[in-house]
């Protein structure tokens, strides 16, 4: 794809589902080779996942950081400390999250509500104020690049046991739709993409590690892989520039909302 070819993709939470699947699929997008920063608190996970990236697509140029979305001096000082080469990002994928618990309101638990607040919210934030000025200065101040602000149904559609992972993608798709707003005049796109049930990591990061339990959302429902939701990020960035996809909502064929599930029995 000659539209992505050697752009600078820097990709929060690359060291699994979502975020790791897009980072190969701008990869096989771009056979002639784009540059990937790929973040992450696991990096030894994130360097495995360059290593099978480097060997599929010779290409392309990875570079795994551990960053940490929710420590906002790591996220400061970030691009600053990038090699040269990968400091100019064309292409912020904020795709870092989490859930934790399925709490409601009187047992939510201080440190699930704190930790998912600082990444999902605090962290895109801080991930958009570190990248945006360089974007704002190409193009002779007309400014270039995309923002990708992966946010949920659960930001469109509050469940109960949701109410603080809901409440994070609320307010993912609240800064989302101002960003765009604000960037008007500039020739930023910024991008939503909010996906249904997709079999990651997710469930079991919400139930501490509970397998069988994380199993259990996706019995009897055949949810999307991380790969659907990443062609989807990368169909968004790859078009025309004058064409910002600016809102998508993705299901799964059984799924209608956040909790309507149809279940094979
Ligand atoms: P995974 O648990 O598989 O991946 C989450 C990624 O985020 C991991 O790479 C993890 O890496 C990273 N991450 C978590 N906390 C931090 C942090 N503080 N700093 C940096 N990276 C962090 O889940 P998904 O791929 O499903 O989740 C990706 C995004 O998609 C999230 O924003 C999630 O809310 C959203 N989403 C998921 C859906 C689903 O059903 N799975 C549906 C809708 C939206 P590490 O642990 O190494 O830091
Ligand atoms: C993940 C989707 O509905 O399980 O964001 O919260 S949901």
Redesign the pocket.
């Known amino acids: 794809d000659k539209r992505l070819q050697g752009k600078t993709i820097l990709i929060?939470?690359?060291?699994?589902?979502?975020?790791?699947?897009t980072a190969f699929e701008f990869a096989r997008a771009a056979p002639g080779g784009v540059k990937l920063v790929l973040?992450?608190?696991?990096?030894d996970?994130?360097k495995q996942v360059a290593a099978d990236l480097t060997a599929q697509f010779p290409n392309t140029k990875i570079l795994p950081v551990q960053?940490?979305?929710?420590?906002s001096a790591s996220v400061r000082g970030f691009v600053d400390s990038l090699p040269a080469e990968f400091q100019e990002i064309d292409v912020l994928i904020n795709?870092?999250?989490?859930?934790r618990g399925v709490d409601k309101a009187p047992a939510i638990k201080e440190e699930d509500l704190d930790?998912m607040f600082?990444?999902?919210v605090h962290?895109l934030i801080h991930m958009t104020q570190a990248v945006l000025p360089r974007m704002l200065a190409r193009n002779d101040g007309a400014g270039a690049g995309d923002i990708v602000n992966?946010?949920?149904?659960?930001g469109r559609e509050p469940y109960v046991g949701g109410g603080i992972?809901c409440a994070t993608?609320a307010a993912v798709r609240s800064f989302t739709e101002s960003l765009r707003k604000e960037l008007i005049a500039t020739r930023v796109r910024v991008i939503g993409v909010?996906?249904?049930?997709?079999?990651?990591?997710?469930?079991?990061?919400r139930f501490y590690g509970d397998k069988s339990k994380a199993d259990a959302v996706y019995a009897g429902c055949d949810?999307?892989t991380?790969d659907d939701?990443a062609e989807s990020i990368v169909f968004a960035v790859g078009r025309r520039e004058n064409v910002v996809v600016a809102d998508t909502l993705l299901f799964p064929n059984h799924q209608a909302s956040a909790t309507i599930m149809h279940r094979k029995s």
């Open positions: 929060t939470g690359a060291s699994s589902g979502i975020g790791r699947s973040t992450a608190r696991r990096v996970v994130l960053l940490d979305v929710s420590n795709n870092a999250g989490l859930v930790v600082a990444t999902n962290g992966i946010g949920s149904i659960a992972y993608k909010d996906p249904g049930q997709v079999e990651t990591e997710f469930s079991i990061v949810p999307l991380p939701v």
